[in-house]
């Protein structure tokens, strides 16, 4: 609407389209947190944040002045930098959610928007992304995600043509930008790196936009490799935004890292709302741990009162302790693209890393299909599950 109005609008009638645009980005930004973290994920920070961008841009062009001094506002950087600080290496991003690991390519908007709010790392990674992918190959189609619209958007590509100059230039000396640890409290989200590995921690609740019941879930990565995984969401149907959405598979906490209770009889799982939540979560001052009690997440389980978690990085691997006071059997699910092998007390993820497990009672893989066509875009024809059953306390050293 801004784009036409400012082609077609006589002049006296733009107050009011400035005056509505500028309402309806306020009622999106008051959903977000200071810190400016994507709830639904790094691979709908494009449908986000960066969108906001080109509508805070347009107005910028309106109403000479009037916005400008937005760009300064550190809640609009921190929503930038999202995307920066979600990198893993390569193509992959840490993911919770509807999020696909593979949260596409980043280009010229993202560059812009970077260098709208002065952050460097931003239109480092956007600019040695575009002259990547143009390097590799020209079709203009590689730079967009499967996902999303901008093959068919003009202004997208005007605005991209209008830029690609001053981007590749500007990747020929850009050097990459040193990722740096985050605790994102709005949503619960703590990204750490140490030496060779990458941990995303999810605390927060059941209440995301896009929830899966991931509360308390971990995915690590190591040299760029993913180790465990968030096996992300299937090809949206009907089902996926209706009262059985969370008979989905992908959306159960059971098949995230993630205890479930009395397995093989009841199966209790974490429950979808705003009521389903980590307690007591901490975050150490060095951002290299996370614990809380997920506990609260599973609602009424019959015997369960507490379950601490707590997960510490390394530059020598994962920590991750597990206790409660749940009488019965848990089984903690690990899901991984490597194939796992039980040897004994270890679970060998591949040649990627290695499991030392302490407290279990005995440890069961099965192979994962998958066939779904969306989940196929990030993920081979088969992932695979790993169930460590224990009684109140287990410990893992993955490394």
């Not at 937005?70 to 840490?94: F, Q, T």
């Not at 209008?162 to 994102?184: G, L, Q």
């Not at 004994?344 to 440890?363: Q, S, Y």
Request: proline share 6%.
């Amino acid at each position: 609407v801004l784009l036409a109005a400012a082609q077609c609008a006589p002049a006296e009638d733009l107050p009011a389209y400035v005056q509505q645009a500028a309402y309806s980005i306020d009622c999106f930004l008051k959903d977000y947190g200071d810190d400016g973290c994507c709830s639904e994920g790094a691979q709908y920070y494009r449908h986000a944040a960066l969108t906001m961008f080109n509508a805070l841009d347009l107005l910028c062009k309106m109403a000479p002045g009037v916005f400008d001094d937005v760009w300064a506002e550190p809640k609009i950087r921190n929503m930038a930098e999202y995307i920066v600080n979600m990198h893993i290496a390569g193509p992959y991003y840490l993911n919770f959610a509807d999020c696909s690991p593979l949260a596409g390519t980043r280009g010229v908007r993202e560059y812009l928007f970077g260098k709208r709010v002065g952050s460097l790392p931003l239109m480092t990674l956007a600019a040695r992304d575009w002259a990547a992918v143009l390097a590799a190959d020209p079709d203009p189609d590689r730079l967009h995600h499967p996902d999303d619209s901008e093959g068919i958007n003009l202004f997208y590509h005007i605005q991209a043509a209008m830029a690609e100059r001053e981007v590749t230039d500007f990747a020929k000396t850009a050097a990459p930008a040193a990722p740096h640890d985050v605790w994102y409290p709005s949503v619960g989200i703590l990204v750490s790196r140490r030496g060779a590995y990458a941990l995303g921690g999810k605390a927060g609740s059941n209440a995301d936009s896009h929830n899966h019941n991931d509360v308390g879930s971990v995915t690590l990565y190591r040299d760029g490799r993913p180790l465990l995984i968030d096996v992300g969401v299937e090809t949206y149907s009907k089902k996926t935004f209706s009262p059985q959405r969370y008979e989905i598979w992908t959306m159960q906490s059971g098949w995230h890292n993630l205890p479930q209770f009395d397995p093989d009889g009841a199966k209790y799982d974490q429950q979808p709302g705003a009521a389903f939540a980590a307690a007591d979560v901490t975050v150490t001052d060095a951002l290299d741990g996370l614990a809380m009690d997920l506990a609260p997440a599973y609602g009424s389980v019959p015997g369960l009162g507490r379950y601490r978690r707590s997960v510490h990085l390394t530059d020598t691997g994962l920590t991750l302790r597990d206790e409660t006071d749940y009488p019965g059997t848990v089984a903690l699910t690990l899901m991984s693209v490597e194939k796992p092998a039980v040897d004994g007390d270890t679970v060998a993820f591949g040649a990627l890393a290695a499991a030392a497990v302490t407290g279990a009672d005995k440890i069961v893989t099965e192979a994962v299909p998958i066939a779904d066509p969306r989940l196929r875009q990030a993920w081979p024809d088969t992932l695979y599950r790993t169930r460590i059953y224990f009684t109140q306390q287990l410990s893992l050293v993955i490394g």
